[in-house]
C-alpha cells in the first residue's frame, strides 16, 4: 500500500511540477518517432501522436523526477523506486498523457487495488485543498488494441487554474500493469488525445 501512495503522491506532484513550467518546451526527441508515431518497443504500444502535440522526451522526465526527489524527500527517501515510463506526451501545459508501467506478472495488482488508489487520490487532493467533482464514481472499462483497461474521470480544479477533466486508466500489457492518466482543458484536446489513444495497437 506504501508503494502504491507513492505513485499517488508521485503522480499528483509531477502535475503541479508541470503546471509551474514555462509554457515554451523543447522539441521532441525525434529519434523516438516515425510518421508522428510513437512506439514503446517494451510494452509494444503503438500509438499516433495528434497534430499539435509532441512527445516528451525520456531524458526530460527524468531530470523532473530528480527535481521531485530533492524537493519532496520528506516524503519519501527512495524516488528512484518508482516505475519507468511508457508513452508521454503534451500539447501545453494544461494537456498531458502521462503513463508508468510495471510488472505484474502473478496479478498481483488487480480492479480493486485500482478502486483504493482512486479513494486515496481523492483524499490527497482534499489534503492539499484542491477543489475536485467525481464525474463517476464506478470505475468503468472498455478494449483498446485488443487490451482491457479499467478507467475512471474526475474533475480537478487548482486555484487560479482552469478547471482540468483527468481521467485515470489501467490495463495490462503482457507481464506489465500500464497506468495511463489523461488531463485536459477542453472537449478538443480530449478528443484529439483520446481518440489515438483508442486506436493504439499492442504487438
Request: proline residues 2%.
Amino acid at each position: 500500500m506504501a508503494q502504491i501512495i507513492l505513485k499517488i503522491t508521485f503522480g499528483i506532484f509531477m502535475f503541479l511540477l508541470f503546471l509551474s513550467c514555462n509554457n515554451e518546451f523543447p522539441k521532441s526527441d525525434e529519434g523516438q518517432l516515425r510518421e508522428n508515431v510513437k512506439y514503446h518497443s517494451e510494452l509494444g504500444w503503438k500509438m499516433e501522436i495528434p497534430k499539435g502535440w509532441e512527445n516528451i522526451p525520456e531524458d526530460e522526465l527524468k531530470e523532473q523526477r530528480k527535481k521531485l526527489e530533492s524537493q519532496f524527500s520528506q516524503i519519501s527517501t527512495d524516488f528512484k523506486a518508482f516505475d519507468d515510463f511508457g508513452i508521454t506526451l503534451r500539447k501545453n501545459r494544461f494537456d498531458t498523457f502521462n503513463s508508468i508501467y510495471f510488472l505484474n506478472e502473478n496479478n498481483s495488482y488487480t480492479k480493486t487495488d485500482f478502486q483504493k488508489e482512486k479513494i486515496e487520490k481523492y483524499r490527497i487532493l482534499i489534503d492539499h485543498n484542491s477543489n475536485f467533482t467525481i464525474d463517476s464514481t464506478v470505475t468503468k472499462s472498455l478494449k483498446i488494441g485488443g487490451k482491457q483497461f479499467d478507467f475512471y474521470t474526475f474533475l480537478m480544479e487548482i486555484k487560479y487554474e482552469k478547471p482540468l477533466k483527468t481521467t485515470v486508466y489501467t490495463g495490462k500489457v503482457g507481464n506489465y500493469q500500464v497506468l495511463i492518466t489523461v488531463k485536459t482543458e477542453d472537449a478538443v484536446s480530449e478528443s484529439e488525445i483520446l481518440k489515438c489513444f483508442y486506436n493504439s495497437t499492442f504487438d
